[in-house]
């Protein structure tokens, strides 16, 4: 009983000292306020009371090392590749129709793949997220040693761009990881990307869904995607070529020629000079192969992840088709 009583006080005091960052990480954090108020002019003092509010909250890091995209895709392409999804999609689409096509004109990005990204990250608005975005950004940058310094600059964005929109840094909330919006943008990608689509003299991300919408496209639009080029498409390849093959980067750096000398088995009419990436993809009855072109590679900056592009296209093919049927 002794030991029992001596073990939840242990726990206590444990769970206690998790609330409050370490020696070293206090100091990671004064360093952190002393560069914003040098670069960026910030009162120190109020930089000072408001960390005094953030919380380290442990759950992140855990969520942080358990990615779906560890998965193999058959498990995961369910929890996005669904009929919640899709029926969310259609309906999306149907009452939002004129911005989408709107944005269409002006950026070049299918309705279909900017609805996507929506269903994917936040089911078309309805899961923005309930974690405060300095709590997120506070545990990441000074708890997670693995990307502290990406957390560390999202951090410094969130603030910057908190100043600038007279935003309450206390109020806005988001993920685990400190995105924000019907369209899960981390701060940077705010302050680059997002676009007062509905001309209000606002960038509301939160619950404009005209300036979400605009600023998916935009996102899109800025990092290259090419309007009316392909995607993806389902290849075969040599099987003593697969191994070699799987080494190559996700990013599109060679040419289709290229990979058809390295043993690739690709009949489509695309052209020999474009520019391409092998995709692997674990089904229930084997592995499956597809050549990415530069839009796929677009979608993967969203997040770097075959598993995450792979899904948000195909819902965009399923949404289309059940749109395009209801509309005809």
Not at 62 to 70: A, C, F, Q, V
Not at 109 to 121: R, S, T
Not at 140 to 152: E, I, K, N, V
Not at 244 to 250: I, R
Request: hydrophobic share 40%; glycine share 8%; with cysteine.
């Amino acid at each position: 009983m002794k030991l029992e009583k001596y073990t939840k006080i242990f726990l206590l005091i444990g769970g206690l000292l998790c609330t409050f960052p370490s020696t070293a990480q206090t100091v990671s954090l004064a360093t952190f306020i002393d560069e914003m108020v040098t670069r960026h002019e910030f009162q120190k003092e109020e930089l000072t009371r408001l960390f005094k509010k953030a919380k380290v909250r442990r759950s992140i890091l855990k969520l942080m090392d358990r990615p779906g995209e560890g998965k193999p895709w058959h498990q995961y392409r369910p929890r996005f590749v669904n009929e919640q999804r899709i029926n969310g999609g259609v309906d999306f689409w149907q009452a939002h129709a004129t911005t989408l096509s709107r944005a269409e004109s002006v950026y070049g990005v299918p309705p279909e793949i900017i609805v996507a990204i929506i269903g994917v990250e936040t089911i078309y608005g309805k899961d923005t997220g309930n974690v405060p975005v300095l709590d997120a950004l506070t545990t990441l940058a000074f708890h997670y040693p693995r990307r502290a310094d990406y957390f560390r600059g999202e951090l410094e964005q969130f603030l910057l761009l908190t100043r600038a929109e007279e935003i309450n840094p206390l109020h806005p909330k988001g993920s685990y990881a400190g995105a924000m919006g019907i369209g899960q943008f981390m701060p940077s990608s705010y302050r680059q990307h997002a676009v007062d689509f509905d001309r209000d003299g606002k960038r509301n991300i939160w619950t404009d869904v005209e300036d979400a919408i605009g600023s998916v496209a935009n996102y899109f639009k800025q990092y290259g995607w090419q309007a009316g080029q392909p995607i993806i498409f389902p290849t075969q390849v040599r099987p003593d070529a697969i191994n070699s093959l799987l080494t190559l980067e996700l990013a599109p750096i060679y040419t289709l020629r290229q990979l058809k000398q390295k043993g690739l088995l690709f009949n489509g009419n695309q052209l020999e000079n474009a520019k391409v990436t092998f995709i692997d993809l674990e089904t229930e009855h084997g592995t499956a192969y597809w050549i990415g072109f530069e839009n796929f590679y677009v979608i993967t900056r969203y997040n770097h992840s075959k598993h995450y592009a792979m899904a948000v296209y195909q819902l965009a093919q399923e949404i289309a088709d059940r749109y395009n049927t209801q509309n005809r």
